[in-house]
Structure formats: C-alpha cells, structure tokens
C-alpha cells in the first residue's frame, strides 16, 4: 500500500526565543514538545490532514523556544483500500495504522527541518525536535462513510472458524544435536 503525499503547507508558524532559557542547562523535556491531529479520509483514495506542533516554554528555562506550528497536508492514496483479501476488521485496521504513520512520518521530517532552520537564525541556535514514534503521536483517523461501512462488513479474526487453528499450540521444535 503506497500513499503519495500531494501537498503541504503551514498557515501558522511562530517559533519565539524563551528569555527565560539557560544556556548551561544540560538538556531539555522532550515531554513539553506536543504533535497531534487528524487524518480524514476522503472516499477511498485521499486523506487530508491538520497537524499542530508545539513546544511549551514558558516559565521554563531548559527550553529554549516557545514554538507553535499548524501543518496541513494532503496525500493520495495510491492503493485501494477496499479489497477482496481483506476479509478481518483486524486487518482492516492494520491498513489504517500504516497509513497514519507513513502520514505523520512525512510531514513530521518536514516539522523538524522548519524548526531547524528557522531557530538556526534565531538567539539560542538550531534547536533539532525530537523524534517520535508515530504510534505514539495523538491522531485521529476519520473514517470516510464508504470505509466505515465497509469496516462494519468485516468479521474479527477472533470470531473466525480459522481463529481456532491458529490458536492451536504447536509442538516445541528441538534443537539439533551438538556432534
């Protein structure tokens, strides 16, 4: 499954110096940076997002930047996501989840080298955000009414015939002998 990202652009920027911020302090809390958002679907093969990344600083001094940033993007989905071999909501939603993290992954790279960039003119340096996991970042997915429906058609792995053999405990597999 491909997403192709169409576009993107950021209609607010602002990245402001802390003048609280000192520069001796050894590091600072990855926990006051913020990404969250929504990827909303659009039939079956488009998604718009709305990001918003923030860092906040105030009254802190290990962070040098107060930073708020709304991206907008818009990808294209380039398989289909309704198919005759997804046949388990588990699987259905496994597609979702590779989905939301190519999407964040994309514009979350484009987020860090703003940031870099802009704060590298800026009184206390380049200041590099930190990495996420993109399972680990706060979005919603909305599903379009067509991929909702067809979400609802699925069975669960758990209630198929099949779910029984593959719960089934396989024999433990020796270890070849030492000569």
Same mark, same amino acid.
């Given at each position: 499954m491909s997403l192709l990202l169409e576009s993107y652009f950021f209609p607010e920027i602002s990245i402001a110096a802390n003048t609280a911020f000192d520069r001796e302090d050894d590091g600072y809390d990855p926990e006051k940076c913020h990404f969250e958002g929504t990827l909303e679907f659009e039939g079956t093969g488009h998604i718009r997002? /709305?990001?918003?990344?923030? @860092?906040?600083?105030? %009254?802190?001094?290990? =962070?040098? #930047?107060?930073?708020?940033?709304?991206?907008?993007?818009?990808?294209?989905?380039?398989?289909?996501?309704?198919?005759?071999?997804?046949?388990?909501?588990?699987?259905? /939603?496994?597609?979702?989840? @590779?989905?939301?993290? %190519?999407?964040?992954? =994309?514009? #979350?790279?484009?987020?860090?080298e703003l940031v870099a960039s802009i704060s590298g003119r800026q009184p206390w340096g380049g200041f590099m955000i930190p990495t996420i996991m993109a399972d680990d970042a706060d979005i919603e997915l909305v599903l379009s009414d067509e991929l909702k429906a067809f979400q609802a058609s699925l069975k669960s792995v758990h209630d198929s015939a099949d779910?029984?053999?593959r719960a089934t405990v396989a024999a433990p597999v020796k270890a070849p002998r030492k000569r």
């Open positions: 997002s /709305n990001f918003l990344f923030r @860092v906040d600083a105030q %009254s802190d001094n290990s =962070m040098p #930047y107060e930073i708020r940033i709304h991206a907008f993007a818009a990808f294209e989905i380039v398989s289909d996501l309704i198919t005759e071999d997804v046949k388990y909501v588990e699987a259905f /939603n496994g597609r979702m989840n @590779v989905l939301k993290r %190519s999407a964040v992954v =994309m514009v #979350y790279g484009a987020l860090r779910a029984k053999a």
